[in-house]
């Protein structure tokens, strides 16, 4: 990737986490970039849904946009508990998380569900980042691209772009664990995704490809320069604002 390098996303995911109280972390983070820390990169909370409105408040003008964890696939309807990409949208929001693995495996959320949440996201105009990762077994097992090629053409719809799709590799084994791939794991996976992409979409090239699993402030900015690496998708080190702009610092 030359010139035409698609703008980077960094994008944290609170999971189940934080309060109201937590929101002072967004002040911090707003004050750290404003401060001549702007990174030559694009910003993203993801927030526990009922804080989305808030944080979306919160941060006012400030170069931070606000995405949600998940959303339900159709629009509206009797489903107790869901949030729809509608509402998401309503609050400000410009994007949504779907098929994340911890989904996958707590909600039992198949490639087929993560792609009809894709296109409810879009249906919302929203930003669907779509999540895959092998399991360490299948890693092992030497399954990594047949795995991650299988997630991606079947939770990626047809008709995407890459304004309105992003997809973010995040190996299970390496999320939440502190052990993360070697770069040159992580290149072969990007540049396999991304050859998948150009050859199904016109825009294939532009599509941001995060990186996600035990990214820190300490490993950020190798991990960042791996060749198809356009960002990260962080949890842990998202919450504090001080470990975010040590990762955001990786883009500047
Ligand atoms: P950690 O950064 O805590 O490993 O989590 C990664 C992740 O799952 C982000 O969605």
Same mark, same amino acid.
């Given at each position: 990737?030359?010139?035409?390098?698609? *703008?980077?996303?960094?994008?944290?995911?609170?999971?189940?986490?934080?309060?109201?109280?937590?929101?002072?972390?967004?002040?911090?983070?707003?004050?750290?970039?404003?401060?001549?820390? *702007?990174?030559?990169?694009?910003?993203?909370?993801?927030?526990?849904?009922?804080?989305?409105?808030?944080?979306?408040?919160?941060?006012?003008?400030?170069?931070?946009?606000?995405?949600?964890?998940?959303?339900?696939?159709?629009?509206?309807?009797?489903?107790?508990?869901?949030?729809?990409?509608?509402?998401?949208?309503?609050?400000?929001?410009?994007?949504?998380?779907?098929?994340?693995?911890?989904?996958?495996?707590?909600?039992?959320?198949?490639?087929?569900?993560?792609?009809? &949440?894709?296109?409810?996201?879009?249906?919302?105009?929203?930003?669907?980042?779509?999540? #895959?990762?092998?399991?360490?077994?299948? *890693?092992?097992?030497?399954?990594?691209?047949?795995?991650?090629?299988?997630?991606?053409?079947?939770?990626?719809?047809?008709?995407?772009?890459?304004?309105?799709? #992003?997809?973010?590799?995040?190996?299970?084994?390496?999320?939440?664990?502190?052990?993360?791939?070697?770069?040159?794991?992580?290149?072969?996976?990007?540049?396999?995704?991304?050859?998948?992409?150009?050859?199904?979409?016109?825009?294939?090239?532009?599509?941001?490809?995060?990186?996600?699993?035990?990214? &820190?402030?300490?490993?950020?900015?190798?991990?960042?320069?791996?060749?198809?690496?356009?960002?990260?998708?962080?949890?842990?080190?998202?919450?504090?604002?001080?470990?975010?702009?040590?990762?955001?610092?990786?883009?500047?």
């Amino acid at each position: 990737m030359q010139a035409q390098d698609p *703008r980077p996303l960094v994008a944290g995911n609170w999971k189940m986490n934080g309060l109201l109280s937590s929101l002072e972390e967004v002040d911090k983070l707003a004050a750290g970039i404003a401060n001549g820390a *702007r990174p030559a990169c694009d910003v993203m909370l993801c927030p526990p849904a009922p804080l989305l409105l808030a944080m979306r408040e919160r941060i006012g003008e400030a170069a931070i946009a606000v995405g949600a964890q998940d959303c339900h696939m159709q629009d509206s309807g009797a489903h107790t508990g869901d949030v729809s990409a509608a509402l998401i949208a309503d609050l400000g929001c410009t994007a949504v998380i779907v098929g994340h693995s911890e989904r996958r495996t707590d909600h039992g959320e198949t490639d087929a569900m993560v792609l009809a &949440k894709a296109l409810s996201a879009h249906r919302a105009e929203l930003t669907a980042i779509v999540c #895959v990762g092998e399991t360490e077994a299948e *890693r092992d097992a030497g399954k990594a691209l047949e795995i991650v090629g299988h997630q991606v053409a079947s939770s990626v719809p047809d008709g995407v772009t890459a304004a309105n799709l #992003v997809v973010a590799y995040e190996p299970v084994w390496a999320i939440g664990t502190g052990r993360t791939p070697t770069a040159e794991e992580i290149g072969e996976v990007h540049s396999f995704i991304r050859r998948q992409l150009m050859d199904r979409f016109s825009d294939g090239e532009q599509f941001r490809l995060l990186y996600g699993g035990s990214v &820190k402030p300490a490993n950020a900015a190798e991990l960042m320069a791996v060749s198809n690496v356009d960002g990260a998708l962080v949890g842990g080190a998202s919450l504090k604002a001080e470990d975010f702009l040590g990762i955001l610092a990786a883009y500047r």
